[in-house]
């Protein structure tokens, strides 16, 4: 859902019933994006062996203003438990509303990024959109689309008429600001992305081997989807044309960001059956470089972090649910796309006073309704 959202905030016309395949929406997405330096790692990762196919350790640093220094067995204690609530739980079609929200800042150096960029530092005002959908599963494991909430401006944050206009000038009646949103249950279902490196319908229950799968599927859909980008460049070399770096941005990465990533995006999974479900995170506990954040209340929360950014993911291990997931972005390019090189450096991306620091970039909570 995010990737259609940053795509209708890029292009104010984007058509909210059109169904664009994900391929193609990741690679328009990646170009706005900050590709890392991973070409040693995929070289690594193609010349070894399959079950390692991009393994690599993420250092978890602890966040700002917390205290101690987190226990990665906790982690893997908190996700066990709750694949072990998730198994106990009476298997039955469900009913899942995931709503997603977006921070665009504007002023500063954000001028260069229409209509809202990432960079809080001399920003003078953002904007927090929000969006929701509601999926429902068959007993034949698919799902299909049945309400959407409208994409609108949820948050305020500084100068408020700064943010007014800026949201004005681009979307213009698209999308008015402080109209209330929007729910319909008149929706095209569309075609469901269903690609995961494990499916959902045929997988390994041993959380070891599932992981193992997982690397082996990013790896397999690495090498076919720059295949397929190769044939964009009939001339040149497309190592050196951008053509990759949307897809090596998703999946040559460790597994643990791709699944973390994949939580936040992916209907399927949270729509699979609870054996899957309580598999892919007892695969995920076995993942390098997951650490645990807040844990004093019944909602764990539990974070990775690596050099760019850093993701926070909140589970209930006595409810067996996934609550949510977040992400923080930490570093970002200070030009648009198309004004740069893939080797200019990265930017942090600051703070801002007006703006509290626990506002995610991203996020996507899931709200879980049994259908009996």
Known sequence: MDVLDTVREMKPTYPTSSQVPRRALHQAIGRSRRRRPVGRIVAASLAGTAVAAVAITATALIPPGIVGEPQAASASTYLNETAASIRAAVAEPMEVTITTRHLGMIGGPNEKFP????????????VVTESGATYRSAPDGTYSLTSRTDFHAADLYGDETAVEKAWTDYYGSSYPIGAPPVTST???PGDPDGWLPVPTADFPTDPATFLAAWKTGMEA?????????????????????????GIEERLAVPAAEHMLDELGHSVPILIASPEYRATFLEALALADGITVEEDATANKVLVYENDDARFRLTVNPEAGSIVAIEKFLLRVLPEPWDNHTKDDPLVEVGSAPFLPAEVPDYAASFTSVPLG
Do not use: C, H, M
């Open 115 to 126: 209509p809202f960029g990432n960079l809080r530092t001399d920003a003078t005002a953002a």
């Open 186 to 188: 008149d929706v095209d």
């Open 221 to 245: 859909q690495l090498i076919a989807e720059k295949a397929e980008a190769a044939k964009l460049v009939p001339t040149g070399d497309p190592e050196t044309s951008g053509v990759y770096d």
